[in-house]
């Protein structure tokens, strides 16, 4: 399969989630150590692009409100032992994070939280990636999938015209698009996109959610429910 990994960047992945760690460390030493993990005993044969993205917040006086980032350290990508790129995807992340850190200091901004990011930006990029993909169809690969790692809970501040493009482009293409929350899951239903310009609420149908549990979590979450069955 012709993966894409988007792992958005933003200050809730510097907060700490209910099991004591970090959402990075959530995310990069058990989510996605746990799937390198599982790939390497499939012993799938896919092809990974890593796609790092944050925005920025202006908070001076300027006619720009935001600037948005974006780093590849991987491109497609296909390894014998799917493992040895988690160091580089830990220090990739740090890195990104760094340069944008010290961007904010020098423009007097700051890192936006996952609801204000560019995520359909994002998104939007990768599928230009296939745009033409009908003219050089790879035949080693099988289907094409976007798989979007954040800290949210679900929901995001998008702008209507954006919202619907996206979802047009989404269908037009036929890939599927999973997304997994490093939060816990909300009281409302998500994903839920809310429209900048009217406030109102859309459901992205193109995006399955998906909410990581860490092991911590997990077993207060079993001893809790076991507490209240007895």
């Known amino acids: ?50 796609v790092l993205f944050a925005r920025i917040k202006m908070t001076s006086s300027t006619s720009k409100k935001h600037r948005d980032f974006y780093d590849i350290p991987l491109r497609d990508v296909c390894v014998d032992s799917w493992e040895t790129l988690l160091p580089s995807i830990r220090i990739s992340f740090h890195r990104f994070y760094s340069r944008v850190r010290k961007l904010c200091i020098s423009k007097k901004a700051k890192l936006t939280c996952a609801a204000e990011g560019n995520l359909l930006e994002a998104v939007n990029l990768t599928l230009n990636r296939y745009d033409m993909s009908n003219v050089n169809v790879g035949l080693t690969l099988l289907g094409r999938s976007i798989v979007i790692m954040t800290a949210s809970s679900g929901s995001f501040e998008v702008g209507r015209d954006l919202s619907a493009i996206t979802e047009l482009r989404m269908k037009r293409t036929g890939m599927g698009c999973d997304l997994v929350c490093m939060a816990e899951p909300p009281l409302h239903a998500s994903p839920l996109f809310v429209l900048r310009e009217n406030k109102m609420y859309d459901v992205p149908h193109w995006a399955h959610i998906s909410f990581f549990r860490s092991y911590v979590s997990s077993k207060v979450y079993d001893q809790i429910v076991g507490m209240e069955n007895s």
Not at 14 to 40: A, P, V
């Open 1 to 50: 399969c012709d993966l894409t990994w988007l792992i958005q960047v933003s200050t809730e992945m510097f907060e700490f989630g209910d099991d004591g760690d970090f959402y990075w460390e959530k995310m990069i030493d058990q989510f996605i150590r746990d799937l390198l993990h599982k790939w390497n005993e499939l012993r799938v044969r896919h092809s990974l692009t890593v």
